[in-house]
């Protein structure tokens, strides 16, 4: 089955960093386009940020701009995101997964938790 597991999550203060990953398996990772989603409690979850398969090109959520990163590296089925100057609003469990036409393609895997205390 496909998997995308997220790991790198942790307890950090407000202004921190935090380096999340996505391990990727079992379909062709650089076939798609890949993002990172977030789901704070009590509310939907979102996507934040997306990576082409094709250019490289990246989106971001305007709260999220500026601060964080996306990247991937297809030879090792991984993609990333570097979080930086955190602040409380970025608690949530965070995703990752495949889109097509900016829709998550696969079932969701194992998020990661991001805690940003003040």
């Known amino acids: 089955d496909v998997q995308l597991q997220a790991s790198g999550g942790g307890l950090v203060q407000a202004g921190g960093s935090l380096r999340l990953s996505c391990a990727a398996s079992?379909?062709?990772?650089?076939?798609?386009?890949v993002g990172w989603f977030r789901q704070a409690p009590g509310k939907e979850r979102e996507r934040i940020s997306c990576?082409?398969?094709?250019?490289?090109?990246?989106y971001y959520t305007d709260s999220v701009k500026g601060r964080f990163t996306i990247s991937r590296d297809n030879a090792k089925n991984m993609l990333y995101l570097q979080m930086n100057s955190l602040k409380p609003e970025d608690t949530a469990v965070y995703y990752c997964?495949?889109?097509?036409?900016?829709?998550?393609?696969?079932?969701w895997g194992q998020g990661t938790q991001v805690t940003v205390s003040n």
């Open positions: 997964n495949s889109l097509a036409y900016g829709h998550p393609v696969f079932s």
């Open positions: 079992y379909f062709t990772f650089d076939n798609y386009a």
């Open positions: 990576i082409s398969n094709s250019d490289g090109s990246t």
